[in-house]
């Protein structure tokens, strides 16, 4: 294997020596011994840095000696013996107990590491682990029998299980300690995987290569690699990465680095392996000790973050009576051992080296406190945490708030008792050391752009974004495959609609209506820039008692972005978005309220009746155009609030006052009232056979043989994730059939008012409302899962509407479909109504006053006479609308009650 | 094994111990120590739940903790009020080339280096407060019978000693308590020059470390919360806010506490910075033994609110009343005493106190009946209403744990009442209505003027209502809210009808002409405590025609008056359900379905009167 033979080169072509990198931690697999002086074998030779990366490394290359307390003892080192720069009881070493940790095994920090090994190449995420970066040339590779012995006296550290040094070192071998792990095997199996992965079977080249090669072409040091590529390929080197991530991480990043030195071998930064997307993450509450020191993965929130800590990598140490410095001293155990006099014999000052810092080279560090998911803990206990470290380009990868799926290795550090005592407390602290950090976006509905997911997976960059995409994929292929199972049922619209709120009955049209709203439409762009909403919005209005909230309630439990509001208590900033002073930094701060909150999801307002005008008018352009805008404070701002609003009121007496016109018992102003797709009233009308049903429902309810009319629905679960699967990947298109047919509905609609042989023009739908029939319609193709809106997604969606309309525009003096009822909040007959009222009153004052006559007219007996004339019931605020008007026309004057003629 | 049953309350670890080397001797490797728990469990439930035993057990629920004995089994009863994370601890450690165990213990001194090999264990942390709301009658079967304990020689020992409240004395008291250790020196705690040195520097902590109590003690006494330690995976089934009683080795390492660690600096030297990160959010150090004692669980138990009854052994054996219908009217009479007279009121107080929720479909919970009594009148200058005074007090008197809360502007303004977490400290900051099941609650409206209610208090109000509507507490956890199911029978005392608060039964209160005194006897009370606690036991049926009896019965009461709608209907068959079991009858029968409608109809007479 040519690893081998490139560690041989390494070493001899390692210009410093001492530079090589020290590796402190006791618990590392991997060579410890690199005293200066050691000679060098294959295996450690393999990590040792060339003189320029020490430079380059300025920036902060981490390794991190503080964790070696956190080592695992299990793979210990036992390879430590024979060299000299390790004078430790290195027998300690050979005690390692399954899989417990034990954190404390530190007792090699033995000075000879501290001096002159500045570990530079110590992938801070896997502990002490040394990291092994070799430089090879190719010219001079060979093969590893070819290598000379002589040049490797000592095992270094590798973990070798054979203590004699010399014979088997690099060889066939070397193991991880204490395990049957051979890592030549291991290193070929991770070369041959590299080589030979490819996504698909007639790619050309291999996913991996291709991926260095881009990282390498970016100057980026990182390369992902999707651990369920690994299992495809080779599930024994998986579980091996899984087991012993501590020993083979590295492995993964010097077959990368191998890599990419072929590609370009001046290559000077050292690729880093980030493994990600294991085959199962763990659910936190999992974690045991068990998992100590393993490869884990787990979901989570992000609840705090700590700032960036700068771990001191490198110390410089300037003499402040000769100005000598020494090389940079590397960090042990967390502390730079300050030489104590100056190491230029000529000048030997006592107490007089002096830390420069800003000639030592530092690395990023960042504590990030993940907590469980809401979804992920059981009822009635309270989230756990877990702490994280994140390193390098991981740090300020996240905020807190963001759902993320981290790979890392559990690790336990023991708590001390105090510094220099021998005993240790019995206690540990556990922590995730990251190496992939994915930000998930799982469950939010993504109305717009379902595909945003870059489909190879494999972006390069620390925070690749992949949402759903790749890694879900292949789990939830057979999830996806139920779904669509689901969608072909020929009843899956009724199913649905039957799974929606099962607890509530009956109300089924009010049910398909919320269905539709919870699918969406499309959102549509056009070239000019000008955008269609996709979102429908749904208006209850109906009796107390007629389970709205309930409703809602539901509705908000399976949007899984959604705000639930009360209008009573929402104020219009609440809603929108409002600008505050962080407390802290004294800037002004954009904060979002529940309509932004709700981007791409659904917004419930209930008591919508109640809330302020002021706070309804901002409703005006979310509904219309999506946005918030706001100018305050020096921000002007527009947000974007893709939002469906539901929203549901009580009749203005509330209840239904059928007597008076639908506008009247709802009350909410007509513009508002317009920008509503769907309004349903709830009405309770009295039917023995609905009474009947009702009753049944809930005897059943509270007897608890209630599950049987659930039967055949989709539980919770399912119906959210069909709606997200739906949402997200179904984008259906009119039919031209379909279109004709939406049309053709449209029309008849816009007619019926013409019909029957009243001359009146009432006007009956808008073009509002053929918007909304091609969302709804489009919405129905997405519950079947229907790249194409059919024909008779488009009968739905007529009838629907119809339904919808009907019942909130009809106007009950002529039992037509009356839009401009909802447009202007007076009907066409109600004008005529208004206008004949008008005209009577003017004859009837004509007839009783004589101009400028007093004693005048008292409303009431002008109510009395004309109720006496009229035909149709009169109230008394009509007679004040008509004197209004007659007042307006300079034909009376009102003085409190008493009419005046002019 | 465990020796005698003293040896077992005194010195707890040293039967552990025992039992360990016990189990060291047969296994072949430490790991396999990890799968069992060397019999501990099963040891000491024989000895604690054998013949009252577990009574022999102080309790640190109530007097002061000094007064017990480091390292002997204690007895705690506490709400579960936040769950800490896992805490991995050296469970099993070599000494030379023996093993020790520091399972039940806090702390251990390891011998650090590889040749200990230690085996790495967790525990669940659990922080409990003592039961809110908890009402003294339940309080003094265990406090008195706490002290008329025989106990060890050490414990009454302990507990003169610790009255006197110095530092210096009570380690030292603790020191010379210490049971004599009958396993090697390696197993001993820390005393002596350490307790001293770090006890002082207890003392100096910061004064307004939040305990988390959610409710203050109504007789200002001091409530000790306490960490409990669970081991062997006793948590499975604890919740938020469960009831349970530990039995468990009290152990105090002034080491843990927060002083102790910053005097130390940061504990580990080469953690460095991250290592204080770490422990930032370590809560268990940051909370001083001295005020939240640790207690290394062996065995717990969860207990209902009903479970009183086990414990009051000597009337145990008139739980049953036979004649219960007569234990029935007596506490209806009681009932109709204390509200003035009201017949129909203490019909649906009773109602109320039996309801419970007995199954939630969808978000609805089923089974409960809050109640709002109007026409009380407010009490004088800001006292709180004499009506809600006098209902809260029998309802003190007949369950187990209930809480009065007026609602006055100041109360709601002042704090959150629900609970919420705080990231800072990682810890679930408590709020008044962090209840456990069963705790009825009873709000007064009175109390309310008009005023400004603040952010916080309009919060506190929705939050009420969300209890009332759906009986579940929204828990605000930052980034999203968390909704924990409760089960608190609220009852309302206002003036009007409440507008703020939602119930499901709104009934003028019409006191009339209060009759004679009505003579309590204790045995009253505790058979009115049995009989409540039977009924709400009950289990409930409907058979099949009685199902159509009562649809019938809906379907033509709705066709008659089309108000009805289904809230009034759900309300009925609670009532139905409710006044069924409070005849303990298993089923319903249409005679209590008839006086359920005859009472929803008298009620909504009165509303009409009104």
């Known amino acids: 294997m040519d690893n081998d033979d490139a560690m041989d080169i390494g070493a001899a072509s390692s210009p410093l020596p001492s530079q090589s990198e020290g590796f402190p931690g006791v618990s590392t697999p991997l060579p410890q011994v690199t005293s200066p002086s050691a000679v060098s074998s294959p295996s450690r030779a393999t990590r040792r840095t060339p003189r320029k990366r020490g430079r380059e490394n300025g920036t902060p290359r981490r390794r991190r000696s503080r964790s070696r307390s956190v080592g695992n003892p299990s793979y210990g080192s036992p390879g430590t013996p024979g060299t000299p720069g390790t004078p430790v009881a290195t027998p300690a070493y050979h005690t390692p107990i399954g899989n417990v940790g034990t954190p404390f095994g530190t007792p090699v920090g033995t000075p000879s590491f501290v001096r002159g090994t500045p570990g530079y190449n110590q992938r801070s995420e896997l502990g002490s682990q040394g990291r092994r970066v070799r430089r090879r040339r190719r010219s001079q590779s060979r093969e590893p029998g070819r290598r000379s012995p002589s040049r490797e006296p000592s095992a270094d550290g590798r973990p070798t299980a054979s203590a004699e040094p010399d014979d088997n070192v690099g060889g066939e071998y070397a193991y991880v300690w204490g395990t049957n792990v051979n890592i030549p095997d291991v290193l070929r199996a991770i070369r041959r995987f590299l080589n030979n992965y490819r996504s698909s079977s007639d790619d050309l080249d291999s996913k991996y290569i291709q991926l260095i090669q881009e990282t390498v072409e970016r100057e980026e040091d990182t390369v992902n690699i999707d651990m369920s590529n690994i299992f495809d390929h080779d599930p024994d080197l998986y579980n091996k990465i899984l087991r012993y991530p501590l020993d083979i991480i590295p492995l993964l990043d010097t077959e990368c680095q191998e890599v990419a030195l072929d590609i370009r071998p001046d290559f000077e930064k050292h690729i880093e392996a980030r493994p990600f997307n294991l085959k199962a993450a763990v659910n936190m509450r999992e974690l045991n000790p068990s998992d100590i020191d393993k490869l884990v993965s787990v979901k989570g929130m992000v609840i705090r973050c700590s700032s960036i800590i700068p771990e001191i990598k490198g110390a410089f140490f300037k003499c402040l009576v000769c100005g000598h410095s020494p090389p940079l001293l590397s960090v042990v155990k967390g502390r730079v051992e300050e030489p104590t006099r100056c190491e230029k014999p000529e000048c030997a000052a006592r107490n007089a080296m002096s830390l420069i810092h800003n000639r030592c080279t530092f690395a990023n560090k960042q504590i990030v406190r993940l907590q469980e998911t809401p979804d992920a803990i059981p009822e009635g206990e309270t989230p756990h945490t877990v702490s994280l470290c994140l390193y390098n380009t991981m740090v300020d990868a996240v905020k807190p708030g963001d759902r993320v799926e981290v790979t890392g290795v559990f690790k336990a550090m023991a708590v001390r008792v105090g510094p220099n005592q021998r005993t240790l407390r019995a206690l540990y602290k556990t922590y995730i050391d990251c190496v992939h950090v994915k930000k998930a976006d799982k469950g939010r509905m993504q109305a717009d752009d379902p595909m945003e997911a870059d489909k190879d997976g494999n972006k390069e960059g620390e925070q690749e974004r992949d949402t759903e995409g790749d890694s879900s994929d292949a789990v939830n292929e057979a999830k996806i495959q139920k779904l669509k199972e689901l969608a072909k049922l020929p009843d899956i619209y009724e199913r649905l609609s039957r799974s929606l709120a099962p607890s509530i009955w009956e109300l089924d049209d009010i049910k398909k209506g919320l269905l539709c709203q919870l699918f969406g439409g499309k959102a549509k762009r056009i070239q000019s820039g000008a955008s269609f909403r996709g979102d429908i919005n749904v208006l209850l209005v109906g009796d107390p008692g007629t389970s709205k909230s309930q409703l809602l309630q539901y509705v908000h439990k399976i949007a899984p972005r959604g705000i639930y509001t009360s209008g009573r208590g929402s104020s219009a900033v609440g809603l929108t978005a409002y600008v505050t002073k962080d407390p802290e930094t004294r800037e002004t701060v954009l904060e979002s309220g529940a309509l932004v909150l709700s981007d791409r999801g659904i917004c419930c307002i209930d008591e919508f009746d109640k809330m302020s005008d002021n706070a309804r008018s901002m409703l005006h352009e979310v509904m219309e155009q999506q946005t918030v805008s706001v100018a305050k404070a020096g921000i002007i701002a527009s947000l974007n609030a893709r939002t469906s609003v539901l929203a549901c009121a009580n009749p203005s007496g509330s209840r239904y006052n059928a007597r008076l016109s639908v506008i009247d018992n709802i009350q909410l102003p007509p513009t508002l009232l317009s920008r509503f797709d769907l309004i349903y009233l709830m009405l309770d009308k009295p039917d023995e056979q609905n009474d009947r049903r009702l009753a049944r429902h809930l005897v059943a309810l509270h007897y608890e043989n209630y599950e049987v009319s659930k039967q055949d629905a989709l539980d919770l679960h399912t119906l959210t994730a069909y709606i997200t699967y739906a949402r997200q990947h179904i984008n259906p298109t009119l039919s031209d059939e379909a279109a004709e047919d939406l049309i053709n509905g449209y029309v008849e609609m816009r007619q019926k008012g013409n019909f029957p042989g009243s001359s009146k023009k009432v006007i009956t739908a808008t073009p509002r409302q053929l918007e909304s029939m091609i969302r709804i319609s489009e919405a129905l193709a997405r519950m079947r899962f229907s790249e194409v809106v059919e024909r008779c997604d488009a009968a739905e969606a007529v009838r629907l509407l119809e339904v919808a309309l009907q019942q909130s525009a009809t106007d009950h003096a002529t039992g037509t479909i009356d839009m401009d009822l909802i447009t202007t909040g007076v009907s066409a007959s109600e004008r005529t109504r208004r206008a004949n009222l008008v005209a009577a009153l003017r004859e009837l004052i004509a007839e009783k006053l004589s101009p400028g006559s007093s004693p005048g007219l008292k409303i009431n007996q002008l109510l009395e006479e004309t109720r006496k004339q009229s035909t149709v019931d009169v109230s008394l605020q009509d007679i004040k609308n008509a004197l209004g008007s007659l007042q307006g026309e300079g034909f009376v004057t009102v003085h409190g009650d008493l009419i005046q003629r002019l | ?610």
């Open chain 2, 1 to 610: 094994m465990g020796g005698p049953l003293m040896d077992l309350y005194g010195n707890p670890l040293g039967a552990v111990r025992v039992l360990f080397d016990k189990s060291c001797r047969n296994a072949a490797s430490p790991r396999d120590l990890t799968r069992s728990d060397w019999g501990v469990q099963e040891l000491f439930q024989t000895c604690l739940f054998r013949e009252n035993g577990h009574l022999q057990v102080p309790e640190i629920n109530s007097g002061p903790v000094d007064a017990i004995p480091v390292n002997s089994l204690v007895r705690f009863r506490g709400m579960v009020q936040d769950m800490f994370d896992v805490e991995y601890y050296i469970g099993a450690y070599k000494d030379q080339g023996v093993w020790h165990t520091s399972k039940y213990m806090d702390t251990a001194d390891v011998p650090s280096g590889p040749e200990a090999e230690p085996q790495m264990w967790d525990r669940r942390l659990f922080y409990c407060v003592p039961i809110p709301g908890e009402n003294s009658w339940v309080k003094e079967p265990h406090s008195t019978r706490t002290s008329t304990t025989p106990s060890t020689s050490t414990m009454s020992q302990g507990e003169k000693r610790g009255r006197e409240s110095s530092n210096e004395e009570e380690s030292e008291a603790m020191e010379a308590d210490a049971p004599p250790s009958d396993d090697g020196g390696d197993n001993k705690r820390l005393r002596g020059d350490d307790a001293v040195s770090t006890s002082q520097g207890v003392s100096s902590a910061a004064p307004d470390l939040d305990l988390n109590i959610p409710l203050t003690s109504s007789e200002g006494k001091k409530l000790v919360p306490c960490l409990v330690k669970v081991y062997d995976g006793q948590d499975a089934d604890l919740k938020l806010n469960d009831v349970v009683e530990v039995f468990g080795v009290l152990t105090f390492d002034p080491e843990l506490s927060a002083t102790s660690f910053h005097q130390n600096g940061v504990v580990n030297d080469d953690m460095g910075v991250v290592g204080s990160a770490f422990l930032d959010d370590n809560v268990s150090l940051r909370l001083p033994a001295s005020k939240v004692p640790r207690l290394q669980c062996i065995t717990l138990r969860k207990i209902s609110s009903s479970d009183f009854t086990s414990q009051i052994p000597e009337v145990a054996p008139t739980v049953l009343p036979l004649d219960f219908a007569q234990t029935r009217q007596s506490l209806l009479n009681y009932l109709t005493f204390s509200l003035g007279g009201d017949a129909l009121a203490a019909e649906y107080l009773l109602l109320h106190l039996l309801s419970q929720v007995h199954a939630r479909v969808d978000s609805m919970a089923l089974g409960k009946l809050s109640l709002n009594l109007t026409g009380c009148n407010p009490g004088s200058e800001g006292a709180p209403s004499p009506m809600a005074v006098a209902a809260a007090n029998v309802i003190s008197k007949l369950i187990p744990r209930s809480h009065l809360m007026p609602l006055s502007l100041e109360t709601l303004n002042k704090a959150p009442i629900a609970p919420r977490k705080d990231y800072e400290t990682n810890r679930l900051v408590t709020g008044a209505i962090q209840l456990a099941d069963g705790t009825h609650l009873t709000l007064d409206e009175t109390a309310l003027q008009a005023g400004t209610l603040g952010t916080i208090g309009v919060q506190n109000l929705e939050v009420l209502k969300h209890l009332l509507q759906w009986q579940k507490v929204e828990y605000d956890f930052q980034y999203y809210k968390m909704e924990m199911p409760a089960d608190v029978p609220v009852l309302v005392l206002s003036q009007g009808k409440s507008r703020i608060l939602p119930t499901d039964v709104v009934l003028p209160l019409n006191p009339s002409a209060s009759r004679g005194p009505v003579n309590i006897t204790d045995s009253d009370l505790i058979s009115w405590r049995h009989y409540i606690v039977k009924a709400r036991a009950m289990d409930h049926s409907l058979d099949e025609s009685m199902q159509k009896t009562v649809e019938n019965d809906l379907v033509s009461a709705r066709q008659e008056d089309r108000t009805l709608g289904p809230e009034i209907f759900h309300r009925w068959l609670t009532m139905a359900r409710l006044m069924a079991v409070s005849y303990l009858e298993p089923t319903l029968k249409p005679e209590r379905w008839r006086m359920v409608r005859e009472l929803e109809h008298r009620c909504a007479e009165r509303l009409r009167r009104l």
